[in-house]
Structure formats: C-alpha cells, structure tokens
C-alpha cells in the first residue's frame, strides 16, 4: 500500500462510524491512479458529504499528495461488488 493510500484511508477513518470497514484499493490506470475508497453502507453519506463537499476535499487532498500525476478517487460502499 503508498503513502497516499495509506494517508486517504486514515483520513476517511475519522469520518466515519466503522473504521474498522474501511478500505483503499489502489488501482493503476492509463491515466492515472485509482484509489477506490470502501466503506460500511451506513458511513456512504458521511463520506460524501453535504453535496459531495467531503469527497470533493478527499479528491484534493489525494491530489495534493500526488506524485505521479492524476489520482481519481471512488467511494463506494463494501456491499456492491
């Protein structure tokens, strides 16, 4: 696991209720990285956010600590397959 999937994941970790259900998978794509962000089916809104602003900060700061370029950031939550 990077530097910056181990960083999303703690990050995630102290927004929601079940940290113990969170998960980065980290994927590598032609045009980047994709860091699929699993959490339990009741922490999905948490994550989210009023109008995605949470997710939208969780993108930034994963491009923030980018060193390889673009990084694309999903949540999703641990039930869908």
Known sequence: MSMLSESL???VS???DEPEAVRV???SLRRG???EVRVAPGDLGR?????GRTAKALRSVA?????NGSVRVDVID???H
Not at 47 to 51: A, C, M, S, Y
């Open 25 to 27: 998978n980290e994927k």
């Open 63 to 67: 491009s923030a600590l980018s060193t």
């Open 47 to 51: 994550v989210i956010g009023r109008n």
């Open 33 to 35: 990285k994709l860091l």
């Open 9 to 11: 994941e703690h990050l």
């Open 14 to 16: 102290g927004i929601v």
């Open 78 to 80: 641990q039930d869908r």
